[in-house]
């Protein structure tokens, strides 16, 4: 049986970056509104899947989910000094380049069983508008696998925060939408992934379209 929560150390790790750095840019730079925190597990494990803009976009979700969020990071950040021992202690787990899906499906799993919640970006990348058009099947895999629910997660205005040229990211609004848990497919067959995908990716969008 897998753990309830993730470690002390991330747990406190978390709290400190969220309280002395993240939370206040939010709520002040980003002028920052969250809808829908009170529907997220406090503990267990989770999947939770978002849309993605921007590079800003794992810390700010992490900090309105109330819990620390592991997500994935290039194997070779692991191997700087100081920093990779960091990310690690705040969650990110390794893949590596050209096998990123099987790596990255066992690292998540490994992740959810220390009790961590996973976050994956529904897309795969990050799209121009901040809406989902081509949703992947993996984070409906890594649900079906340990049974952990998903939590859909809307960012509206992220795009905005860094542009082409510019040094440093925009004061632009920031609304963040955390919608109802779903119950995972119970078998990884396709059919079934998809369905919970496409209904992830459906609500998603239907909370990005409430914009501010």
């Known amino acids: 049986m897998g753990k309830e929560r993730e470690p002390a150390v991330s747990r406190f790790l978390y709290h400190l970056f969220k309280w002395s750095t993240v939370s206040p840019l939010l709520h002040t730079y980003f002028q920052g509104q ?94 121009e508008d901040g809406r989902i058009t081509d949703p992947k099947l993996g984070a409906a895999l890594i649900a079906a696998k340990v049974q952990a629910p998903l939590l859909p997660v809307s960012l509206w205005g992220t795009e905005g925060i860094l542009t082409p040229g510019s040094p440093l990211p925009h004061s632009t609004p920031v609304t963040i939408r955390i919608g109802t848990p779903l119950p995972p497919p119970r078998s990884g067959d396709r059919e079934g992934l998809l369905a919970i995908t496409q209904k992830c990716a459906s609500l998603i969008n239907q909370m990005h379209s409430l914009g501010r």
């Open 34 to 127: 969250i809808y829908g925190a009170e529907q997220v597990p406090a503990r267990g494990p989770l999947v939770v899947v978002s849309n993605h803009a921007s590079h800003f976009d794992p810390p700010l979700l992490s900090n309105c989910l109330r819990r620390p969020v592991a997500y994935m990071a290039k194997e070779e950040l692991f191997q700087v000094p100081i920093l990779g021992k960091l990310i690690q202690l705040y969650g990110a787990y390794p893949v590596k380049r050209g096998s990123a899906d099987r790596s990255a499906i066992r690292a998540a799993l490994t992740a959810l069983e220390q009790g961590w919640a996973v976050g994956i970006f529904l897309e795969g990348t990050r799209t």
